[in-house]
Each structure stands twice: as structure tokens, then as C-alpha cells.
């Protein structure tokens, strides 16, 4: 059995793209194909996603309340040691930053890296669990229903980020950005290089 299952976070609505992020194309590529690609890269030999995608192996959060929602279903589908969470619009992302993770040996339930909310990779245990169970509680308020939070009460281990590799964690969420990011990797956007 293999060690570690991904988990694409693509059941998001995409209000502000005003279409859905996970199909938008990179070099002939969906964001969500490649953040497959990234999570398998990792040696991740299965990968689930976390929304509504025909033909795939999709987990569905009930709740609909978000990321937090997301990770809860792909940790209750999943049966390997540890999960590792990436989100479908992280398109700066790299293979080595998420094998870095995968390596590193750490204290708690989880590591990520400083500042980054993902990539994350998870114990699959009860701890995790029980902190998510918490925080999407009907009685929670729901400005404590946050990663933050979940970070703060699950004591995930971050690691420290070279500032040559700040870039790598931006995600896209808007037209705008999403012109920008397509500029930037085809390297013809002048106020920022990779």
C-alpha cells in the first residue's frame, strides 16, 4: 500500500474567475490535470478531488463550507498514512516544492510551509479528524472556520520558504490574475520573472 493519496481542491465556485478555475488551460493543459500531474510527480499513486468532475475520483463536502470541508472528505476516503492537499489554482506550484514536503520529517499532525496555506500533507488520524469535526460544527461562528485555525489547533510543523520561491505559492482567482499568470509563464510579462 502506498503511503500518501492526493487531494485536488477543486469544489470551490470560482465566483470571482467567473468560470470554473479547474478547467482553465496552461500550454494545452486544465489547471486540474496538472495538479494531478503535480501530486503523482510527489508519489502519489492515487489522487482524489475534492468537488464534482465526471470520469474522475471525486469526494464530496456536504458542508459546503470550503477548503475545510474539502480536506474532511478527502480524509474520510482516505486509506493510506497521509494526505497531501493541493489546491487546483496554485499554477506556480512545482513538483520539488511539493517532494520537499513529502521528505521532511516532522512533529504534529501535518506540515506545510510558512506563510503557505498549501500545499499541505496530513496525518490520516483522529487528531486531524477531530480539530476539522470542530471547526465545521453548526455552532462554530463562522469567522473561527478557517485553515489558520486548523493549522493553529492541529499544530502543523511549517517550514521556512527561500524568497526565490515566495512566487511559487500564489494562486489565481480572478480574471486579471489569471492573464497575468498565463503572461508570466510564457515569459512575457515584464514586472515580474520566475
Request: net charge negative.
Amino acid at each position: 500500500m502506498h503511503k500518501t493519496t492526493g487531494l485536488v481542491l477543486a469544489g470551490g465556485r470560482s465566483s470571482r474567475m467567473g468560470t470554473n478555475k479547474a478547467l482553465l488551460e496552461i500550454n494545452g493543459e486544465t489547471l486540474l490535470h496538472r495538479t494531478m500531474r503535480l501530486l503523482e510527480q510527489a508519489g502519489c499513486r492515487q489522487v482524489l478531488i475534492s468537488g464534482d468532475y465526471y470520469g474522475y475520483r471525486c469526494v464530496t463536502d456536504t458542508a459546503q463550507l470550503g477548503p475545510l470541508a474539502g480536506i474532511a472528505a478527502g480524509l474520510d476516503a482516505c486509506q493510506t498514512e497521509k494526505l497531501l492537499i493541493l489546491p487546483v489554482d496554485m499554477p506556480y506550484m512545482t513538483s520539488e516544492l511539493i517532494q520537499l514536503l513529502m521528505h521532511f520529517r516532522f512533529e504534529g499532525n501535518g506540515v506545510s510551509y510558512a506563510d503557505a496555506q498549501f500545499p499541505l500533507l496530513l496525518l490520516n488520524n483522529d487528531a486531524n479528524r477531530e480539530v476539522l469535526a470542530g471547526l465545521l460544527a453548526s455552532e462554530t461562528p463562522a469567522n473561527q472556520r478557517s485553515i489558520t485555525q486548523f493549522y493553529r489547533q492541529a499544530h502543523i510543523t511549517e517550514l521556512p520558504v527561500s524568497p526565490k520561491y515566495r512566487h511559487c505559492f500564489n494562486n489565481t482567482n480572478t480574471p486579471e490574475e489569471w492573464q497575468q499568470c498565463q503572461l508570466l509563464l510564457n515569459g512575457t510579462y515584464e514586472g515580474i520573472s520566475l
